[in-house]
């Protein structure tokens, strides 16, 4: 790693929008092949506000590409028997590639077996049993999009990996978890640390790649940073003034790092194009198209 005065910022909004272009000539593609857009069914249990915004923003990603999205609405009272027959009639329709159950469902819905019902060929968020096991055995077909996203801002960057000390402040299993496991098929030697580990800092300032996702603003101060190291910043909180910020203390951060991702701007716009590229994936595969929409 190169050491700097001041990190380069990772510019999230200007790679996604690369990875999109190269989605949108092959939505087009698949097209004009096949006669029909790659499409995505998006089921939202509930009026929670901020999975609202998700779903509608996810939608308009669709359409940006040439994916076809539909949005399933069901109210909060939902049952689980209602919720699965409407996924199982998602998972028989051939015109239907990709299958997403917005999160958090509401609490009388156990999330397992909603997300376990959801067919392995069309679980583009990567959440179903299966998917988890084969990005444990590093054959994933469908990486969680928040990780995956993370890989590929690395990637873009030319920020090597392999060989790389990477600690995940974090562990939950959207991000955390994924994030450590993806990052440790690449060869970096990983370590994750989460709300109850003792003195946090002992660990981050090894971190040649810092990726945090624990939803506490300013969690990550200078001096828990390594001078030169990679700082992926996950988290999202809205402070009662309304911003938004991550989890790293950006502005302190910044003259310690490499490299560094802002919040907003970094990480988030990547997670909704890996949905994207999901999608394709899985559209791709249906019509027996064995390249990945990524590239990897
Ligand atoms: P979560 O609440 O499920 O998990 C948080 C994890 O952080 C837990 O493992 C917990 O043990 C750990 N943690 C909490 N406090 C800690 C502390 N003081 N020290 C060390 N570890 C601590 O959250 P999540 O769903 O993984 O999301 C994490 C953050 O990432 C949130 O801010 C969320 O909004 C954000 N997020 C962003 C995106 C994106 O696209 N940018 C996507 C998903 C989540």
């Not at 994933?140 to 790389?164: H, N, R, S």
Request: with cysteine.
């Amino acid at each position: 790693m190169t050491q700097t005065a001041g990190a380069k910022i990772i510019d999230g909004r200007h790679h996604a929008r690369q990875l999109r272009e190269a989605l949108r000539i092959k939505a087009a593609g698949l097209l004009a092949k096949f006669g029909a857009p790659p499409k995505l069914t998006v089921i939202l249990v509930g009026d929670d506000a901020p999975s609202r915004l998700y779903v509608s923003n996810k939608s308009k990603a669709c359409r940006d590409v040439g994916i076809a999205s539909v949005v399933i609405e069901l109210p909060a009272s939902t049952g689980l028997e209602a919720l699965l027959a409407v996924i199982e009639e998602q998972n028989r329709d051939p015109s239907v590639h990709g299958i997403l159950v917005q999160l958090p469902l509401p609490a009388h819905l156990p999330v397992h077996a909603v997300l376990e019902r959801i067919s392995v060929e069309k679980d583009v968020d990567g959440f179903h049993l299966y998917n988890v096991g084969s990005l444990a055995l590093g054959t994933a077909v469908f990486p969680p999009c928040t990780p995956y996203g993370v890989q590929k801002l690395l990637e873009a960057e030319g920020i090597p990996i392999a060989g790389q000390n990477v600690v995940v402040v974090g562990a939950s299993n959207i991000v955390g978890k994924p994030t450590a496991m993806m990052l440790m098929q690449k060869d970096a030697t990983v370590c994750i640390c989460h709300a109850k580990t003792r003195d946090l800092a002992q660990f981050t300032i090894l971190a040649d790649i810092l990726v945090v996702a624990a939803g506490k603003p300013n969690l990550i101060v200078p001096q828990m940073v390594k001078t030169g190291a990679v700082v992926i910043d996950v988290g999202i909180n809205r402070l009662p003034n309304g911003k938004v910020v991550g989890d790293v203390d950006f502005e302190g951060v910044r003259q310690k790092a490499s490299y560094i991702t802002p919040v907003p701007g970094g990480v988030g716009p990547m997670t909704v194009t890996m949905l994207l590229a999901n999608t394709i994936t899985a559209a791709q595969r249906m019509w027996g198209i064995s390249e990945t929409s990524t590239g990897t």
